[in-house]
T-cell receptor, first 116, second 112 residues
Framework: GAVVSQHPSWVICKSGTSVKIECRSL??????MFWYRQFPKQSLMLMAT?????????EQGVEKDKFLINHASLTLSTLTVTSAHPEDSSFYIC????????????FGEGSRLTVL | GDSVTQMEGPVTLSEEAFLTINCTYTATGYPSLFWYVQYPGEGLQLLLK?????DKGSNKGFEATYRKETTSFHLEKGSVQVSDSAVYFCALSFSGANNLFFGTGTRLTVIP
């Protein structure tokens, strides 16, 4: 099946700094990428949908200026958390539908962000 | 709105025990239902799915039946193994849409 690689798997940063998370599709071209966020003991929540070559679509309540998404190529999408604060600490996961429309999503390993 | 309610964990079982993880959903239409599993250090991966009422999804000894009357999709396995230790997520999506609505996840630990 499709393979998605996410990096870094965990990161600790100081408040006010920016952190970039990368999501790569390893053996196929991902035209669409979903970014999810999970708080402890809560559901995975969709943050935004990125499409290669166009602006990302953000879910209601997600600050697009804080969570910058770039999908410049068919194999790479990035999420940058700008001016991070402790409340941004969370688990971020990317996923993509893959190259077959089966309804299945392929996920990265997730990135745990801790902001001090 | 559309949502998934999943049994809270963690769940700890002895090897060869019977497993049930409850999942119910709220949806305005007729969603497809999924169970995803996340093994330690890996990304979520599809375990099984069902696309319409009364369908049964099965894989690796796990089963779940799409029950429209009870809006449920409970995950079961007759005899768990240590290698089944993971986090299990129930999810739904609608035809034509690729994003999923997830439950909170249930951590299963199987002890020898």
């Amino acid at each position: 099946g499709a393979v998605v690689s996410q990096h870094p798997s965990w990161v600790i940063c100081k408040s006010g700094t920016s952190v970039k998370i990368e999501c790569r599709s390893l053996d196929f071209q991902a035209t669409t990428m979903f970014w999810y966020r999970q708080f402890p003991k809560q559901s995975l929540m969709l943050m935004a949908t990125s499409n290669e070559g166009s602006k990302a679509t953000y879910e209601q309540g997600v600050e697009k200026d804080k969570f910058l998404i770039n999908h410049a190529s068919l194999t790479l999408s990035t999420l940058t958390v700008t001016s991070a604060h402790p409340e941004d600490s969370s688990f971020y996961i990317c996923s993509t539908p893959g190259h077959k429309n089966t309804g299945e999503l392929f996920f990265g390993e997730g990135s745990r962000l801790t902001v001090l | 709105g559309d949502s998934v309610t999943q049994m809270e964990g963690p769940v700890t079982l002895s090897e060869e025990a019977f497993l049930t993880i409850n999942c119910t959903y709220t949806a305005t239409g007729y969603p497809s239902l999924f169970w995803y599993v996340q093994y330690p250090g890996e990304g979520l991966q599809l375990l099984l799915k069902a696309t319409k009422a009364d369908d049964k999804g099965s894989n690796k000894g796990f089963e779940a039946t799409y029950r429209k009357e009870t809006t449920s999709f409970h995950l079961e396995k007759g005899s768990v193994q240590v290698s089944d230790s993971a986090v299990y997520f129930c999810a739904l999506s609608f035809s034509g849409a690729n994003n999923l609505f997830f439950g909170t996840g249930t951590r299963l630990t199987v002890i020898p």
